[in-house]
């Protein structure tokens, strides 16, 4: 078998690319032959279009999510990065944080079947003091880097997953060139630090560019748990993706025509209740039941 992603695996619901240096990138983009070039390995969440409807319904019928050997993050603990105090809905977004992982229905009834992942938890937030602009991937890796080296956030493990929250007016610039809002919602990534994966999340404001395409809920913050709850299961049932070469470790659970456990779901919502707050998110993919589903 051709090493993996030396061209995009071309889905109806995302495509990957490999590019390499420090890591590489491997991302969903346009449908085209993939070019190695430097920056992290990433794994976006794919803008839908009109007619993608049908191309979910294939996904879903055919769908099923091979274990390849990599790691997944059996007890994830979040601890959510805000990029400044502009960040809209933070206090949404703490009280999701702290529910979601921790629901035996999703954590345990729905994940339980891929390497046997359970609850999880949140940790402490951190709000950063960063401008509004434009920021390249690599620039968002150097500065969870600053604060790691600083030592205002946990150290990267083999369960913490940072997903970092970006107010109105920043764009994020991809390995691939790709920015925010335009061809996709979020992403997740994978970049190793002193030998130890970090997993991450890059999540724009679901306002602007990313109100199209990115949900169909008629409130901006329910598109916002969505996006993070599609990009937060992917990041616990395959962390490493973005440092996958091949069909083998580190890539964990994943289809090799559909991708991963939210592509297949793409955009198609669920509201699930934690205690007495109830919270839109993306249904996931069961292999057991062979649906999209949030249990």
């Not at 070019?35 to 879903?60: C, F, L, Y």
């Not at 949140?122 to 991937?137: E, L, N, Q, S």
């Not at 299961?233 to 395959?238: C, F, G, K, L, R």
């Not at 998110?281 to 249990?295: F, M």
Request: net charge negative.
């Amino acid at each position: 078998m051709k090493r993996l992603f030396q061209k995009h695996l071309v889905a109806s619901v995302g495509v990957l690319a490999l590019a390499s240096a420090c890591g590489g990138a491997m991302d969903d983009v346009d449908q085209a032959d993939a070019v190695q070039q430097p920056g992290s390995r990433i794994h976006v969440m794919k803008k839908t279009q009109p007619g993608d409807e049908a191309n979910t319904r294939t996904a879903q019928v055919a769908a099923h999510l091979n274990y390849y050997g990599g790691p997944v993050l059996t007890h994830v603990n979040v601890i959510p990065v805000y990029w400044n105090s502009s960040v809209a809905y933070q206090s949404n977004l703490n009280s999701f944080y702290s529910a979601i992982p921790a629901s035996s229905t999703i954590y345990t009834t729905l994940l339980g079947q891929y390497s046997g992942i359970g609850t999880g938890t949140r940790g402490t937030p951190y709000v950063d003091t960063k401008t509004t602009g434009t920021y390249t991937d690599a620039q968002v890796q150097a500065e969870l880097n600053r604060l790691f080296t600083a030592g205002v956030i946990p150290q990267p493990n083999g369960s913490n997953y940072y997903p970092v929250h970006f107010p109105s007016g920043v764009t994020v610039v991809d390995s691939s060139g790709s920015a925010s809002c335009t061809q996709w919602c979020a992403y997740h990534g994978t970049y190793v630090r002193n030998g130890v994966n970090v997993n991450y999340g890059i999540i724009p404001d679901q306002g602007g560019g990313c109100a199209g395409g990115c949900g169909s809920n008629s409130q901006r913050v329910n598109n916002l748990t969505s996006v993070s709850s599609h990009e937060l299961v992917e990041a616990t049932t395959d962390p490493a993706v973005g440092l996958a070469l091949d069909y083998a470790p580190p890539l964990a659970w994943y289809d090799p025509t559909y991708g991963e456990i939210g592509d297949i779901c793409n955009a198609s919502q669920a509201t699930i209740t934690v205690g007495t707050t109830s919270y839109v998110v993306q249904k996931e993919w069961s292999n057991s039941k062979g649906v999209c589903t949030t249990n």
